[in-house]
């Protein structure tokens, strides 16, 4: 590896072998490396293979280690899942359908027919989101006719009841801007609309947010078409620079007063480890910490809050030697929550996980299907 890494080549010069080192420059082969290709056939072999490691180490990029999905600060305690938009990319994804079963302890597995729908954009972000929730189980009763054979009665009839859900779809879209960052969120429950509008600093922070209540005037219900907007809140927000790795953010309402300052201390690479929100008229106050481990992998979220009693919410995530995400678990005032497991494939891809629930003893199996 070091003679990949430091490019040597050898020549023969009398009977002595001498080492010497040469800077590559693109995919040019000096004149050094053009005698040995001249002089010694088993060399040239060893060389092409060396060549072919150095290449890979030199195309390597090391965001695509990570599986389907990356655990990250901002994304600890959101619901939304950590897709990596890189490997997503990478691996040319255009959808990926969680099948959903869930299955109490003593119990048969259910399928309730619910799922998870993701779709992406050529550069790995997500574009849209939906998933089915039951909003109303009927049941029903079924009866069975009597078995004859032979004229001979087998079995009586019987009636049964099954369960028939009703589902709602519930729909996110997103939309982005020439710099692919986040500039619309469209929420959709039914008929109604909410979205997210955001504005963005030279700098790729987040200037100004507007949310708003939206109606959509299409015949075609799948495609938006803008009629009333109604603004629920207006915010904006100013950064100052605090530290070499530390800054704020104060947070402005629709009438450019400041009602939160949040204070963000990152490490040398730029991960956040500490977010400490303040609100300025009340006592409220909001504390997150973060830790990774040597390879700048999320390792444990944990975020404390008064504004409603005392609440403490953990997250822990562990890793294989792949370096693919293992196991998380959610803890809310050092009571488990829920524990998850995550399978992955021979290239990093996340093909299931399943989600225990100890305290209503039952496990949740998700299977991912993947369309490229």
């Known amino acids: 590896m070091k003679k ?20 590559p420059s693109g995919s040019n082969f000096n004149s050094k490396t053009s005698i040995l290709l001249a002089f010694d056939p088993f060399r040239v072999e060893q060389f092409m293979k060396c060549l072919l490691i150095f290449v890979i180490l030199l195309t390597y990029n090391s965001s695509l280690i990570s599986q389907t999905l990356i655990p990250t600060a901002e994304t600890a305690f959101e619901s939304q899942l950590p897709f990596n938009a890189e490997y997503i990319k990478s691996q040319h994804i255009k959808s990926i359908t969680f099948d959903i079963i869930d299955k109490k302890d003593l119990q048969v597995a259910e399928d309730k027919g619910l799922l998870n729908y993701y779709e992406f954009n050529s550069n790995g972000l997500l574009t849209r989101f939906y998933y089915t929730s039951i909003v109303k189980i009927i049941q029903k009763e079924y009866h069975s006719e009597p078995v004859y054979r032979h004229r001979k009665l087998i079995s009586n009839g019987h009636s049964y009841t099954k369960n028939e ?6 729909s996110t879209n997103y939309f982005y801007n020439e710099a692919d960052r986040l500039k619309l969120k469209r929420y959709n429950d039914g008929s109604y609309y909410e979205s997210y509008y955001y504005d963005y600093s030279a700098d790729g922070k987040v200037e100004k947010e507007k949310r708003c209540k939206e109606t959509n005037v299409s015949e075609n219900k799948s495609e938006f078409k803008l009629g009333g907007q109604f603004i629920i809140s207006e915010e904006s927000f100013k950064y100052i620079t605090t530290g070499k790795n530390q800054y704020k953010k104060v947070c402005q309402n629709d009438e450019g007063r400041p009602y939160k300052e949040i204070i963000y201390t990152l490490n040398d690479a730029k991960q956040p480890i500490s977010i400490n929100e ?7 106050t909001q504390n997150s910490t973060f830790t990774y481990n040597q390879k700048g992998q999320l390792t444990k979220a944990s975020y404390k809050s008064n504004s409603n009693g005392d609440l403490e919410q953990v997250r822990t995530y562990e890793y294989d030697a792949n370096d693919c995400l293992l196991t998380e678990k959610q803890f809310k005032n050092g009571v488990l929550l829920k524990e998850v497991s995550y399978i992955t494939d021979a290239t990093k891809k996340v093909t299931s996980y399943i989600i225990r629930d100890p305290n209503n003893k039952s496990i949740r199996i998700v299977k991912l299907l993947y369309q490229y």
């Open 4 to 23: 990949v890494l430091h490019n040597i080549n050898y020549l023969k010069k009398g009977s002595d072998l001498v080492k010497e080192h040469s800077t």
């Open 165 to 170: 859900y009703v589902y709602d779809t519930v």
């Open 278 to 284: 303040q609100y300025t008229v009340t006592w409220i």
